[in-house]
Nanobody
Framework: VQLQASGGGLVQAGGSLRLSCAVSGSTFSINGIGWYRQAPGKQRELVAGLSSSDITHYPEFVKGRFTVSRGNAKNTVYLQMNSLEAEDTAIYYC?????????WGQGTLVTVSS
């Protein structure tokens, strides 16, 4: 499974960004897709999860602000981020949980200026 994240950039606090994760390869083996982030000096953390049956999961600190969804072509997963805060600045990664293990895409940098 290969994943390609894109859509990061610089945005002002209160603004929005939409990240995309293009998924290819053995997609039949995917149980779920997760969006994670890692800020400088911090551990990588989950910000959104989407199961193969489209059940979503969010940690409390992004609920109501972030939305994960699947594109019509089913091979792209989006992360819509609204009301961004300086604390959301991080490298964002998408991850596939598959029957063969976990696969990571390269990250995309999100910088929120206050």
């Amino acid at each position: 499974v290969q994943l390609q994240a894109s859509g990061g950039g610089l945005v002002q606090a209160g603004g929005s960004l939409r990240l995309s994760c293009a998924v290819s390869g053995s997609t039949f083996s995917i149980n779920g897709i997760g969006w994670y982030r890692q800020a400088p000096g911090k551990q990588r953390e989950l910000v959104a999860g989407l199961s193969s049956s489209d059940i979503t999961h969010y940690p409390e600190f992004v609920k109501g602000r972030f939305t994960v969804s699947r594109g019509n072509a089913k091979n792209t997963v989006y992360l819509q981020m609204n009301s961004l805060e300086a604390e959301d600045t991080a490298i964002y990664y998408c991850n596939a949980d598959t029957t063969f293990g976990h696969f990571w895409g390269q990250g995309t940098l999100v910088t929120v200026s206050s």
